[in-house]
């Protein structure tokens, strides 16, 4: 509901929403990711819930001023528990044109349109291919609240002082927009502040002043120009009590490894190559030394994957991650891994592909990949994090299953996640449950020969690493003889191999939690759904659930083997809604297995789903006529 | 205490070997046996690690630790091992396909690493598994099975490709050799750093003699000049011929209108690798092939040391990594 709140003497009207949602545009040079992330970050120590949705350009400096240049940030921040970052934004900031063009369509009628004025000129509009401003169309005035600022002008103004040429002053006006924009949606300068402090101060006390006074510029003028009436405010969500952090999920990743490696007593190798958006887990990890964590940048994708596997073999947590088209290099590596049966981690940050696809953009097309991509029957167990936060988890599980298996094990998370970020409660490493590994003990004792492939319960092999005295033997990828670990090409002990080694696998569906859901465990329709798109598709289903549909959510993170209970639940529903953001390939795993007709969603546009396409998508499934209210709205009442 | 003495049979596996009678394989590993129990290393500390070819079935014969991994990869799995167990003895065996082909981009790495492994390329000039195709250092105009108009590549040299790569240790001996290669590869073993040896190696099913003039003994004195450091460079079956550099070129001369002082004297030890790399071009039938250790420099720092050193160094500087502090800092905030 909308809250007048107060009325200064000024004529100002605070308004108090339940969430706003905001992105912010420029150029790839304006700083838009910083501002963004500060944003985000204040946000969320004012106790709102957040989440975001960083769009980046895929060149690293597109030609200035032109569309491709554009880099964006959203963030939706809420006192409700949210799980997107917003279908519809409320305020779009634009830096320059070509950042309006791109973006506008977007912004919901009415909302708030904050242009920095200064960007708005005849040398701009070329760049952006646009015949004339675009702020000056008709219907843009009709549409939207339109404020423009002259952000670069006064920048330059607040910085004078300080003895800057315009050039810096210029780099500065991102500030400025964080101020106007803190301003007027009552966010705290504290927490910038602080990071301007922490950043800059001593290394360049200059920058510091000025982007601090640029910051206060930004503030003031929302505070005293008459033209910005109205501003907003967000109360702090009811989030689960605890103590939070903002993360995103590629530093999630990174440090559910190193957890992962202390709850088992292993050191962590991390064998590497840079590759979009899977690098920022390397970044992470090879600042953390310290930790007894060993990164290694190999010289291509294989080499990556090779090392891994030989740190493994030595009696490391080994650990590979890449995207598409590095997993699709790492295939015979992985099917080593699987004939090895050494435990290991492979992570494939998703992208959009085929081939080099869309580096910065998002999707989840590799599921049929991490199922098949390796010669013969290779099986893998294969998880997928659902949220920023739960890759720390995922983590986790991840190395207890390769070790409680000895097998590789893959994680399948995509753009969307590994950049966007969202409050994390914080665990208590003490509380969580150690992960069990052994290795069997040297023996003097050479009468008994060792039997590198004796399984246990699991179907595990003993984890012998070199240096063990007795217990010497060879691995390889030729077939070989169980127990003995002979080279064998006998046609029963290729189809015993065969079958143990699928298994293995399989398995461990009886041994992890089966899936749940949110909604009853039976209805009309069952949304089922995995990996990034957690978000959009719960959401979806809780406004279909209070229109009163007979909708139940299904979010997987198992993905092979599926869950052992996953099967009953399909059949439990008259229709099973499969959205993916790729052409059905859960769906297609699904029906193959069980036998049920699953109906897909599919969207390969290089975007997550929105709230509202979904919504569509399973009304549109519904048998009988259902009321049906206007979905945007029935959740949150917005301002203005 | 008292340490058990090994001998080469302690060495041997219970696996029946598959080479073919008569491989030049044979000889390699009846070296490695004898070597190994010299370098007093115990069994359970080695590790060796092939990729894919004839070579490549080689760790299966050794009772140590072995990986038969994948075609090329040896080096990057041995990267990954010894990095991380650098307490571990971990040879590479690899061939002439496996190395130079399909694993070139690995060798190349691995050599500039200087990683602490011993690399053991069988060259046999020609692809022996997968039945008789060329490889990177078959001759021009050989035939072969896929080339039966004669091979139209250049070939590589594993000895050049590795002083390129500024390789620390390079060597190269003969299957039919045997003391020579076994002290070749002792001098391997005892290197620090990546130390690489060429083996020519006779496949007498697909590519039979290619290297006769090297392997077979009445020949070998012609055409194969054995450097010792320090010495000069003479050969011959009378000790009659020498090598000598004359402004920037290696000429064959002989002794009977050449003094000795005026010889070229090996030195192995030079970190310039420009000499070095021009004995590793002298090719029969113009030049004798040089066999031993081409280069020997120690004191390079290693891939392993320095991998281990830096984590060694971020504790000693910034402590023991603490997980529950670094979560719980930042901007954090309590929902209560």
């Known amino acids: 509901m909308t809250k007048i709140l107060s009325e200064a003497a000024s004529g100002k009207t605070v308004h108090t929403v339940s969430g706003i949602t905001v992105r912010l545009c420029g150029d790839s040079g304006d700083g838009m990711q910083l501002l963004g992330t500060q944003l985000t970050n204040t946000s969320a120590l004012a106790g709102n819930d957040v989440a975001t949705f960083p769009d980046f350009p895929a060149e690293i400096r597109a030609p200035r001023g032109t569309r491709a240049g554009v880099s964006g940030f959203q963030v939706q921040f809420a006192s409700d528990k949210i799980f997107t970052p917003g279908d519809v934004l409320d305020a779009l900031v634009v830096m320059n044109p070509a950042a309006m063009v791109t973006n506008i369509a977007d912004l919901r009628k009415g909302g708030i349109l904050i242009a920095n004025e200064d960007g708005f000129n005849d040398k ?30 006064l920048t330059r103004d607040a910085v004078s002082a300080l003895g800057l040429g315009n050039k810096e002053a210029e780099r500065c006006k991102n500030f400025f927009a964080m101020g106007l924009v803190y301003w007027m949606f009552g966010r705290s300068l504290e927490p910038t502040l602080r990071f301007i402090n922490d950043k800059f101060a001593k290394k360049l006390p200059e920058v510091a002043k000025a982007n601090e006074a640029a ?89 990556a994957a090779g090392a891994t596997i030989g740190a493994s073999f030595g009696g490391c947590m080994g650990v590979t991650a890449s995207s598409g088209p590095g997993i699709a290099l790492k295939a015979e590596a992985m099917g080593l891994g699987v004939m090895l049966e050494l435990p290991m981690i492979v992570i494939n940050v998703q992208r959009g592909g085929p081939s080099t696809g869309l580096p910065t953009k998002t999707e989840q097309s590799d599921l049929l990949q991490a199922m098949f991509a390796r010669n013969g029957e290779a099986p893998l167990p294969i998880l997928a994090p659902r949220s920023p936060g739960d890759c720390f988890a995922i983590a986790i599980e991840a190395w207890r299953i390769a070790v409680e298996c000895m097998t590789p094990v893959m994680i399948l998370s995509d753009g969307y996640i590994a950049n966007g970020s969202e409050p994390w409660r914080i665990p208590d490493l003490d509380s969580m449950p150690k992960i069990m590994v052994s290795h069997p003990e040297g023996t003097d004792d050479f009468s008994k020969p060792f039997l590198p492939y004796e399984r246990d319960e699991n179907l595990a092999r003993p984890w012998a690493v070199p240096g063990t005295p007795g217990l010497m033997h060879r691995l390889g990828g030729l077939e070989k003889e169980d127990r003995t670990g002979n080279v064998s090409y006998d046609p029963d002990n290729h189809q015993h191999m065969v079958n143990t080694r699928a298994r293995k696998v399989s398995e461990i569906a009886d041994r992890v939690p089966p899936q749940d859901v949110f909604g009853n465990p039976t209805g009309d329709i069952l949304v089922v759904s995995w990996g990034g798109t957690y978000g959009s598709c719960h959401t979806a289903v809780q406004r279909c659930q209070q229109d009163g549909l007979a909708v139940t959510h299904a979010h997987v993170r198992y993905m092979n083997p599926l869950p052992s209970n996953l099967g009953e639940l399909l059949r439990s529903f008259k229709t099973v809604l499969v959205p993916e953001l790729n052409s059905g390939q859960l769906r297609m795993l ?35 006529p259902e009321v049906v209210t206007d979905s945007e709205e029935s959740l949150r009442h917005r301002a203005g | 205490m008292n340490l058990p003495v090994l001998k080469a049979a302690d060495f041997a596996s219970n696996q029946d070997i598959r080479w073919c009678p008569g491989c030049g394989d044979y000889s390699i590993l009846a070296q490695m046996k004898k070597v190994l129990p010299e370098l007093g290393v115990p069994r359970e500390k080695i590790v060796f690690i092939s990729g894919i070819g004839c070579s490549s079935r080689f760790p299966y014969y050794m009772n140590t630790y072995g990986m038969h991994s994948i075609h090329g990869r040896a080096p990057t799995f041995a990267t990954g091992l010894k990095s991380t167990r650098p307490d571990l003895m971990v040879w590479v065996i690899t061939g002439d396909g496996d190395a130079l082909s399909i694993g070139g981009n690995h060798f190349i790495h691995v050599l500039r690493r200087n990683l602490d492994v011993n690399i053991v390329l069988f060259n046999n000039r020609i692809y022996g598994l997968t039945k008789g195709q060329y490889s990177p250092t078959s001759l021009e105009g050989q035939i072969t099975k896929s080339t039966p108009m004669g091979v139209i590549d250049h070939p590589l040299n594993p000895l050049s490709l590795a002083l390129a790569a500024e390789a620390t240790f390079v060597a190269r001996s003969i299957d039919a050799h045997v003391t020579h290669l076994g002290e070749v590869l002792k001098r391997a073993a005892q290197h620090k750093g990546t130390s690489l040896v060429e083996v020519y190696q006779n496949c007498n099913v697909f590519n039979d003699g290619a290297m006769a003039y090297a392997q077979e003994k009445s020949q070998r004195a012609e055409n194969v000049i054995e450097l010792e450091h320090g010495k000069p460079m003479i050969f011959g079956k009378n000790r009659d011929k020498g090598i000598r550099l004359i402004g920037t070129k290696l000429e064959v001369v002989s002794l009977k209108d050449t003094a000795i002082d005026d010889l070229l004297i090996h030195d192995e030890r030079e970190s310039n690798p420009s000499i070095q790399m021009m004995l ?3 090719r029969y039938p ?3 092939e040089p066999i031993g250790v081409l280069r020997a420099v120690e004191g390079v720092s290693t891939y392993d040391d320095q991998i281990n050193h830096q984590v060694e160094l971020a504790k000693a500087q910034r402590g023991m990594g603490d997980l529950q502090s670094l979560i719980n800092s930042g901007d954090t905030w309590v929902v209560s």
């Open chain 1, 124 to 153: 701009e509009y070329k760049l952006a291919k646009v015949e004339s401003n675009p702020l000056e169309a008709d219907i843009i005035q009709q549409s939207y609240r339109l404020f423009k600022v002259p952000m670069t002008k």
């Open chain 1, 215 to 303: 910051l206060r510029a930004g503030w003031a003028y929302g505070e005293t120009t008459e033209a910005f009436g109205v501003s907003y405010q967000v109360e702090a969500a009811k989030l689960a009590p605890g103590k939070y952090r903002n993360i995103m999920g590629n530093q999630a990743l990174a440090w559910g490894l190193i957890a992962a490696s202390k709850l088992s007593g292993k050191e962590l190798f991390y064998g590497t190559y840079p590759i979009t958006p899977a690098s920022d887990i390397l970044h992470e990890l090879t600042r953390y030394k310290n930790f007894g964590v060993r990164t290694f940048q190999a010289e291509d994708e294989i080499a």
């Open chain 1, 590 to 624: 699904m029906r193959s297995k069980y036998l049920v007709d699953c109906i897909g969603f599919n969207k390969v546009k290089g975007k997550p789903f929105s709230v509202h396409e979904l919504v569509d998508a399973i009304k549109s499934h519904v048998s009988a």
């Open chain 2, 280 to 282: 590793a071009r002298m």
């Open chain 2, 286 to 288: 113009d030049m004798p």
